[in-house]
């Protein structure tokens, strides 16, 4: 049987955040490994945390810690799906799982507008992006295909269906506050089967 990878995924978090409560370097330098194995094979997303919708693209939370210190959200993007720039005042960590991804970065000019900022990148599966308000948190992300989903799993250093966080209209330097929530109302069941 193919181990367990997103409780394994879980289990090592979990022991990281109590390993290094608040400490954003250690945690994400921790984190990365883990997300490379969690998306370096495609075969462990239960399919309902792969399901897309014909408008929106889905935010399915695969397991959120019970203190709120990460949680991990299955990003589907429908085909030609786009978020508006936004950021995350918190740490996160994006690894492509399926299909592939555009992130373009975006910083505040003098003028109060939001301008791109570096070439827009692409992510292949395997691939890792990082964002956080200490180095760069506001962003542009789009699915790089117009004719199939595509699939990133987030993790952030909180609960993201919870943060207050903002979108921002780009031109007007315009700022609006949102709380992402979560697309699906039931998590897996990491509590049967092998154990991590
Ligand atoms: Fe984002």
């Given at each position: 049987?193919a181990r367990n990878r997103l409780l394994h995924f879980v289990a090592a978090m979990t022991r990281l955040v109590e390993a290094h409560p608040g400490n954003e370097a250690l945690l994400m330098a921790g984190a990365l490994p883990l997300m490379r194995d969690l998306v370096s094979a495609d075969d462990w997303l239960p399919e309902a945390m792969a399901a ?145």
């Amino acid at each position: 049987m193919a181990r367990n990878r997103l409780l394994h995924f879980v289990a090592a978090m979990t022991r990281l955040v109590e390993a290094h409560p608040g400490n954003e370097a250690l945690l994400m330098a921790g984190a990365l490994p883990l997300m490379r194995d969690l998306v370096s094979a495609d075969d462990w997303l239960p399919e309902a945390m792969a399901a897309a919708h014909p408008r929106y693209y889905q935010q399915h939370l695969l397991y959120g810690d019970p203190l709120d210190r990460f949680s991990l959200v299955s990003f589907v993007w429908g085909p030609g799906q786009k978020t508006p720039v936004h950021d995350h005042t918190v740490w996160g960590l994006i690894g492509m799982l399926r299909g592939s991804e555009c992130g373009q970065a975006y910083a505040r000019s003098a003028d109060g507008t939001l301008a791109p900022c570096g070439p827009e990148l692409r992510l292949l599966p395997g691939d890792i992006d990082q964002v956080s308000p200490t180095f760069g948190d506001i962003h542009v992300v789009r699915n790089a295909h117009d004719d199939r989903c595509s699939i990133s799993i987030h993790l952030y250093g909180g609960n993201i269906g919870r943060i207050a966080r903002h979108v921002f209209i780009p031109d007007t330097g315009e700022v609006k506050p949102f709380v992402s929530g979560y697309s699906n109302q039931l998590v897996p069941n990491l509590w049967a089967g092998e154990p991590a």
